[in-house]
């Protein structure tokens, strides 16, 4: 930046932490960029955005534009997975200013000969630029000649004037800009670029070990397999295990989080490593490796992915423990203390000693756990518990599998303290879990809602939606009341463009639990169970009908895009969703109350979809089928939560 | 930072465009810090603040408390001028962490030999701490064995919890703190410390010209002198003057800004600059330098510091334009454009070019300006206009003065953009002009005030209050309406603890507008004015008292400590204001309304006071000295603008 730059760009959205970590988008989207721009005094001052992506060495530019109070905006598009970065350019556009200027003091009756003249310097300039003065080199000959002589013949004058104030020029100026003294921004931004999946998936949770159909028996891949149709009958994208590894013998736990297993007992598939091996073998009686790729290749044959869960913890009798010493905190007794978050006991896991002196060859190996199993063809990892370990082992790790396997995703589950929560986004985390599951109220639905689609984290924080998970039963379900699992499960699947659910026990309605506690009664995570994978439910049948819909309506497949649409009752929640394109709009209404039907009257954003405020239009329910004619802006919705607690509908210009 | 490093420090404030500029205060203030600091897991996490003025080599140590939600909070005093920097550090503490997991087993009824046995390690660390085993060594050995030996002997192992828990262990772990993998925050936090005058000064602004008590004469710098025990018996300590410095011929401004000025028109000071010099000269009618020192000393015994006006634009006759054209801005016909905000034109001057290559000479001689005047005694200078300059160019010359002459501060004349206008603060001007001139209604007032002491610009942007300057006669006051004159001028006095006014014009209610704008009619831009300066009025009077009262309670001596008082009546304004010591309190409710007697409730924070809710107190107005008892957080105030449109209490508890 030279001295005479009078330009300052400051204020730069997105820029995390100073432009340490990237934001995030998916292909296709836009990213959206804001800043404060502006000179001293009152000079025409221009802004535009550079960009390109990693792979690229010209830079693509696009326009910014000026809102109220020196605040700018623009946006372009990212069209390739990886990094792009971008740059914010700014400069006092001499040329522009002097049209300003002039067409100010003609408004004002001022005689301007003298200004004519001094423009001649911006013509000149243009015709020392080959490609401008090839396309109009006779238009810029005349324009010297009658601006530099205007004082003398009026015709010229008059003329030159006109020139001067046109739009032709005026484009001109803005097609070949004059930039002397171009003010860059410093802080270097980037945004990183996942496949299209980060944004858009739709999650599935089982045990292998219990996918048999038979009573008594340990599950398997090849069972596995047989459910696949099922899976992908519903509509669901992801196929996410608990740990497939061998399990620990020692401290193995029981029914119920028992501490002392019988024998015969299969323990929590958490407590990873045995003498069958640890965190790149599989459980034996799970199947082959050849078996788990067969499982794989047939799942991408239905249009699934197979997320595996990457759980950095160790049974005591895991190959590491023996093997690498120092990867663990000892005490002077000789024992290394179990996991715990006092009073809760894992006696069945060993933590790992991020702060070992190992940490090199440490980081390296656990790495490479996550490496095997891309080169077995994993391309998701739901990773356990990670806001327990270094956030600086997650950048690294992240990192490295990406360099390799750019299309792999991680979802953390991280259900902790925002900051811990958001870091592990900034670090390289795709998605994460949420306090989906415990914000209820339609009050802190929307203040949620807000929080994540306006707030800062909406660069790069993405959520994924669980209404419930092997760890979490929550209160709210605890009773089973089949209205609230079904519009806890809606919620999830029309809020967040990601969502997920532990399947068998939501869909068979399960929902007993450990008393005061939000964990399930005789958990699955202890047990093998056995499931009738025939039977359909309601919620079973919805759950098809909203992914079918997930899949062909665009606006439910982002998650920013949401806006709270004001309901007259405080148990109606509205919202609207329009696609990128504009052209896709959804509005949900759901009935938070359980026990009654209840109506109010909806506020539709009308503005966002380009509908009249006396206009009509058709709203219509995806689920059922039904079409209403709605007018304006304010519109009656009733629910039944005994027939159907929420209506998804697709708004229908007429036009 | 090592791979092991599990702290996160971030969003720490105060931090101006990511370390680039310092926060500011004064001698004798806090700088309050705030970040959010977090790690992995569940570990004790420690953090505090390391700081050392410019001038040390040594770090001093500063607490940060957490709050809420992995946020922190922390201060350190300001003792010394100029630069400090400062360090934020944050580490997991395995001591602390040792004690609070031995707590929680302990209350969880666990048996915790080994823990204690663990705990050696941390004993054996201060053991090696030469300074903690200085004056714990028996303790230390004694801990170390019964931590050993618990398991076996029954007695040793109560003793031993005993000891783990107690706050004596725990006072040494915090005064010895376990520091391994320490995060530093990687940004450079800098505070630049002004003299006290920076953040309180009380401004009076005449024309030298008009200080003569001659009809028809031009006033001097002898004149001036004369009027300094008036000034100082009013309470101000700063007296600014207009520019001082010949004033050219060329296009020299007549009465009411008239384009050709008549034979012994004295123009407009700011056109600086004719045959007699420029802007390192004194206008000849004014003075000598001699007088021009001798006024600067004499001014000095009564307490004043006189403020120069530091206007970069030149007189067409001013030595700069032939001796530099450089500077200028040539057109083809060999003219300068004069300076122009069309349709506004200012005929009598010529805009410098910033954008010159010779900027460094251009640069170096406008700092030299500042330099000279330094030398002759100048500390204070109010600058025009500097939002019409470069800020590259501000940042270097104010550094430059202040390298040198580190007393000096500089009030930026920016009524313009808020961006623009937060820049030139964050680039180094010490106090500005702000939008209080046109900040009238109640709501208006709130909002406004809560900006300045509550948002970013709070640690980077020092206001400084004027109901009115030469330029600008508000519509406000254009009625002469005396209530309304004093209630503008009692809020720019107790709002802000920097505040000015165009003294004569104010004290004597001159309010006469050119017809449809914001200036004075016969404005003494363009005249000599002869003042009656034995004169009181009611104004100046009051004046008289709230300097007073300002300059005894340090509560009126800060801005940013400013707090809304609800009170239940739209023209009813009050607020409250405590010195940071907390030992003086003013609370001021002040009538909007100037023509109707108007009552209300005023809510008191009185728990920001350590006052019950059913307390009694007593408000004692310092301007009419009249004392009430209230009690607890509602009373009644009633407010006559015929008689007296504000209150100004301090309130005095009973204890």
Avoid at 352 to 359: A, M
Avoid at 390 to 413: N, Q
Avoid at 499 to 514: I, L, Q, R, T
Avoid at 615 to 631: A, C, F, K, P
Wanted: proline share 5%.
């Amino acid at each position: 930046m030279k001295p005479q730059n009078r330009v300052i760009i400051e204020n730069v959205t997105p820029e995390i932490n100073g432009g340490k970590y990237p934001a995030k988008r998916v292909v296709g989207q836009y990213l959206n960029v804001t800043a404060d721009i502006f000179a001293d005094g009152h000079d025409v001052v221009k802004a535009d955005i550079c960009y390109k992506h990693e792979s690229e060495k010209t830079w693509q530019l696009a326009s910014l534009t000026a809102l109220a109070n020196d605040a700018w905006e623009g946006r372009f598009l990212v069209e390739k997975q990886g990094y792009y970065q971008f740059k914010l350019r700014g400069w006092i556009d001499h040329a522009l200013n002097w049209q300003h200027g002039i067409e100010k003091k003609v408004k004002d009756g001022q005689r301007v000969h003298v200004e004519l003249w001094d423009g001649v310097q911006y013509i000149k300039l243009l015709q020392k630029n080959k490609e401008a003065n090839a396309v109009h080199k006779a238009y810029f000959a005349h324009l010297a000649d009658i601006f530099e002589n205007a004082k003398e013949d009026e015709t010229k004058y008059n003329e030159a004037v006109k020139e001067a104030l046109s739009s032709a020029l005026h484009h001109i100026f803005e097609q070949y800009p004059y930039q002397q003294f171009v003010t860059e921004y410093e802080n270097n931004l980037r945004v990183y670029v996942d496949r299209k999946k980060a944004l858009f998936s739709t999650w599935y949770e089982f045990f292998p070990r219990s996918a048999s159909r038979e009573a008594g028996k340990h599950g398997t891949f090849k069972d596995c397999e047989n459910l696949l149709p099922r899976v992908a009958e519903m509509g669901f994208d992801t196929l996410y295990f608990p740990p497939v590894h061998p399990i620990g013998m020692a401290h193995r736990k029981g029914k119920n989080n028992a501490t002392v297993a019988q024998a015969g007992e299969v323990g929590s598939p958490w407590a990873i490593g045995g003498k069958e091996g640890g965190h790149k073998d599989l459980h034996p009686e799970l199947g082959t490796l050849e078996d788990f790729k067969s499982l794989i290749k047939a799942a991408e044959s239905y249009g699934i992915e197979i997320a595996m869960d990457y759980a950095l913890q160790c049974s005591p009798d895991h190959p590491y423990v023996t093997e690498h010493p120092a990867w663990f905190k000892w005490r002077p007794d000789g024992t290394v203390q179990y996991a715990e978050n006092p009073p809760k006991k894992y006696q069945d896991i060993l933590p790992i000693y991020f702060e070992t002196e190992d940490w090199k060859a440490l980081w390296e190996e656990l790495t490479s756990i996550l490496l095997y199993w891309c080169e077995v063809g994993i391309k998701i990892f739901r990773v356990d518990n990670p806001h327990t370990k270094a956030f600086t082992f997650w950048e690294y790790a992240i990192a490295e599998v990406k360099k390799k396997y750019p299309d792999t995703l991680f979802l953390s589950e991280a259900f902790t303290r925002p900051r811990v929560t958001h870091e592990l986004a900034k670090v390289g985390f795709t998605q994460a879990y949420t306090y989906y599951t415990w914000r209820n109220t339609k009050a802190e639905l929307i203040q949620y809602m807000n929080e994540l689609s306006q707030g800062a984290e909406k660069d790069f924080f993405r959520p994924n939606f669980w209404p419930n998970t092997p760890d979490i039963n929550p209160y709210i379900l605890q009773s089973g009341n089949e209205a609230l699992m079904l519009i806890r499960y809606f919620m999830a699947a029309t809020l967040s463009s990601n969502y997920g659910m532990y399947g068998p026990v939501y869909e068979f309605n399960v929902h007993a639990a450990m008393p005061g506690k939000e964990e399930y009664l005789d958990s699955e995570k202890y047990e093998v169970k056995l499931w009738d994978w025939e039977k359909q439910t309601k919620t079973s049948i919805l759950i098809k009908l909203v992914n079918k819909a997930r899949k062909e309506n665009a606006a439910l497949q982002e998650t920013n895009n949401f806006v709270n649409c004001p309901i007259s009752d405080d148990y109606l929640f509205g919202y609207y969703k329009q696609s990128q394109d504009g052209s896709n709009h959804i509005l949900c209404a759901v009935n938070l109350d359980p026990h009654n039907r209840r109506g109010g009257t909806i506020q539709v954003p009308v503005g966002k979809l380009g509908i009249g405020a006396n206009e009509t239009y058709i709203v219509h329910d995806i689920l059922t089928g039904n079409s209403y004619q709605w007018r304006g802006e304010y519109n009656y919705v009733e629910l039944d939560p005994y027939f159907l607690p929420f209506h998804l509908f697709r708004i229908e210009k007429m036009r």
